[in-house]
């Protein structure tokens, strides 16, 4: 790779990152019976630290439960602010068809909280960043992996990138493209 072709590529990649932004929920479903208040998880309504677990909140009991996010098209995340009970861990998925999931990050009160959040009872908001994804997903699950079994999602939102949609001429240019390619290819051999 050429010298003007690796910076134009690490250009295109910090220009990317910058452009990072909010990532549209379109919907929460949740994806088992035991979820009380699914809508409140993106609600837009953040529970202030210390909000008791059941108030404003998807939550559920036990470690089988689970909830997912359907977002507004694909995205490449790369960062998080999920308001949570305090005293439990949550292990945060993300698929591109709602069916196969891949862990993204776990969560746990106790540990990612931010130092002036001194939180010991109730929700609580932790901001998370981790390397951006190697897929553009669409869904986004959660569900309870440790802790007292009496779980809370107050509020949830994700950044990240849009991946790029090509425009319908686009593609089409690009069938003509390939069908020129094929002619070209069965004249030489013909």
């Known amino acids: 790779m050429s010298i003007l072709s690796k910076t134009l590529a690490t250009t295109t990649l910090v220009g990317l990152m910058a452009a990072a932004h909010a990532v549209p929920i379109v919907s929460v479903q949740s994806s088992t019976a035991g979820v009380t208040n699914a809508a409140a998880a993106a609600d837009g309504v953040v529970p202030a630290n210390g909000t008791p677990w059941q108030t404003t909140s998807a939550w559920w009991t ?6 997912t996010f359907k977002l507004d098209q694909a995205y490449f995340l790369s960062s998080a602010v999920i308001t949570a009970d305090w005293n439990d861990v949550y292990r945060f998925s993300a698929s591109t068809d709602g069916v196969t999931f891949t862990q993204l990050f776990t969560v746990t009160g106790l540990v990612d909280q931010p130092s002036s959040a001194n939180v010991s009872f109730g929700q609580v908001t932790m901001p998370i960043s981790f390397a951006p994804s190697a897929l553009a997903y669409t869904y986004i ?10 779980n809370a999602i107050g509020e949830v939102s994700f950044g990240g990138i849009a991946a790029p949609v090509p425009e319908p001429s686009t593609l089409a240019f690009m069938a003509a493209g390939l069908g020129l390619v094929g002619f070209v290819a069965r004249r030489r051999r013909g």
């Open 62 to 67: 036990g470690n089988t439960e689970t909830l």
């Open 141 to 150: 699950r959660v569900q309870a992996i440790a802790g007292d079994g009496q």
